[in-house]
T-cell receptor, first 109, second 114 residues
Framework: GQNIDQPTEMTATEGAIVQINCTYQTSGFNGLFWYQQHAGEAPTFLSYNVLDGLEEKGRFSSFLSRSKGYSYLLLKELQMKDSASYLCAALDSNYQLIWGAGTKLIIKP | GAVVSQHPSWVICKSGTSVKIECRSLDFQATTMFWYRQFPKQSLMLMATSNEGSKATYEQGVEKDKFLINHASLTLSTLTVTSAHPEDSSFYIC??????????FGQGTRLTVV
């Protein structure tokens, strides 16, 4: 079956760095997405990786290892507004998004 | 990124009535539209996938006669919840895709059935 695993909740301190991990098992693979979702709002796109390696975009970076079925989202210089759920989603061979349950990130002052 | 406009943002309706939710892609042509439901503290659950001009493909366990999806044009898709009941109360989100990768989400609709 197809499956996405990510931690349920993480806590970090303002100004620090946090890494949110995601492992996936899908029928075929056409890339991995990270979305941010604030409570009561729709998800917003953060990153897309289809090749192995690290993609950096400002304070956020995303890493992919296709051979390990593994990705992480790295958030630097954490701000209180980064408190949200972070959703990992893999694109399978049918170009359908398989969603993880999301990681709730709590930022403390 | 591209914009998908979803309306209404929230709606309260009486049990037994029907509610229509609209999603419009404003600056791109959404060849595929996805409809999701999200219960509190849970992930997105795909309900159905629709391609412009053809019937929607529903996920297992989703009643197609209850959740009517229309995707008559490349810029508009609608979801109608028929004979809504309190257990249908949820956050409904659409997303439109033009190519084969990134999907752009609507703002979501919070439906409360009383």
């Amino acid at each position: 079956g197809q499956n996405i695993d990510q931690p349920t909740e993480m806590t970090a301190t303002e100004g620090a760095i946090v890494q949110i991990n995601c492992t996936y098992q899908t029928s075929g693979f056409n890339g991995l997405f990270w979305y941010q979702q604030h409570a009561g709002e729709a998800p917003t796109f953060l990153s897309y990786n289809v090749l192995d390696g690290l993609e950096e975009k400002g304070r956020f970076s995303s890493f992919l290892s296709r051979s390990k079925g593994y990705s992480y989202l790295l958030l630097k210089e954490l701000q209180m507004k980064d408190s949200a759920s972070y959703l990992c989603a893999a694109l399978d061979s049918n170009y359908q998004l398989i969603w993880g349950a999301g990681t709730k990130l709590i930022i403390k002052p | 990124g591209a914009v998908v406009s979803q309306h209404p943002s929230w709606v309260i309706c009486k049990s037994g009535t029907s509610v229509k939710i609209e999603c419009r892609s404003l600056d791109f042509q959404a060849t595929t539209m996805f409809w999701y439901r999200q219960f509190p503290k849970q992930s997105l659950m795909l309900m159905a996938t629709s391609n412009e001009g053809s019937k929607a493909t529903y996920e297992q366990g989703v009643e197609k006669d209850k959740f009517l999806i229309n995707h008559a044009s490349l810029t508009l898709s609608t979801l109608t919840v028929t004979s809504a009941h309190p257990e249908d109360s949820s956050f409904y989100i659409c997303s439109g895709r033009q190519g084969e990768t990134e999907a752009f989400f609507g703002q979501g609709t919070r439906l409360t059935v009383v």
